[in-house]
């Protein structure tokens, strides 16, 4: 069955570093997604993403964060300079429809910035 | 803001039992999805009832949806010990350029003991 991955598993940064969270979406999907969870709190919604370009985004996904889908395959998150409460667990999703419905997410990437 | 909240937070039952847990959400919705996260793992889809909806069935589970009062519940039937896990409910709604991105709540901590 395709699934969404997601690499690394666990990433720890010093605190003002670059960081790079990969993902692959379910190939035939269209509609890509990033949440995080900070530890022990609800899942929020970051980004979304269609055609190319940003559909939505929340207050979280200030300008230190960008997404990017660099080829027909991946789906990327960058922070550009990693501050403590950055550190969460880190869910991409994807979804086939139009209008976008279920969403299939990946295992995330817990990211620690130290 | 629209959330889903879920209570009750936690719920310990015996395997065998019915497990019930509700969620309110505050604004109107295009469809409320259903989620299980088991520790540090990624999220997994269970079932979406949409707003047009009252009732859905997915093998053990069962979806209430009432959108007078604005929440949900779910229903897992005679529960097992695999069924332990975190579950959430996540709204959606659909408008304007909305593409789909989801609001969780926070969730509840089921055990099912053996």
């Known amino acids: 069955e395709p699934e969404v991955t997601q690499t690394p598993s666990h990433q720890v940064t010093q605190m003002g570093q670059e960081v790079i969270l990969r993902c692959v979406p379910i190939s035939n999907h269209l509609y890509f997604y990033w949440y995080r969870q900070i530890l022990g709190q609800k899942v929020e919604f970051l980004v979304s993403f269609y055609n190319n370009e940003i559909s939505e985004k929340s207050e979280i996904f200030d300008d230190q964060f960008s997404v990017e889908r660099p080829d027909g395959s991946n789906f990327t998150l960058k922070i550009r300079s990693t501050k403590l409460e950055d550190s969460a667990m880190y869910f991409c999703?994807?979804?086939?429809?139009?209008?976008?419905?279920?969403?299939?997410f990946g295992p995330g990437t817990r990211l620690t910035v130290t | 803001s629209q959330q889903g909240e879920e209570d009750p937070q936690a719920l310990s039952i015996q395997e065998g039992e019915n497990a019930t847990m509700n969620c309110s959400y505050k604004t109107s919705i295009n469809n409320l999805q259903w989620y299980r996260q088991n520790s540090g793992r990624g999220l997994v889809h269970l079932i979406l009832i949409r707003s047009n909806e009252r009732e859905k069935h997915s093998g053990r589970l069962r979806v209430t949806l009432d959108t007078s009062k604005k929440s949900s519940s779910l229903l897992i039937t005679a529960s097992r010990a695999a069924d332990t896990a975190s579950y959430f409910c996540?709204?959606?709604?659909?408008?304007?350029?909305?593409?789909?991105?989801?609001?969780f709540g926070k969730g509840t901590k089921l055990s099912v003991k053996p």
């Open positions: 996540a709204t959606a709604w659909n408008y304007g350029g909305s593409q789909g991105n989801l609001i």
């Open positions: 999703a994807s979804s086939a429809l139009d209008p976008p419905d279920e969403q299939y």
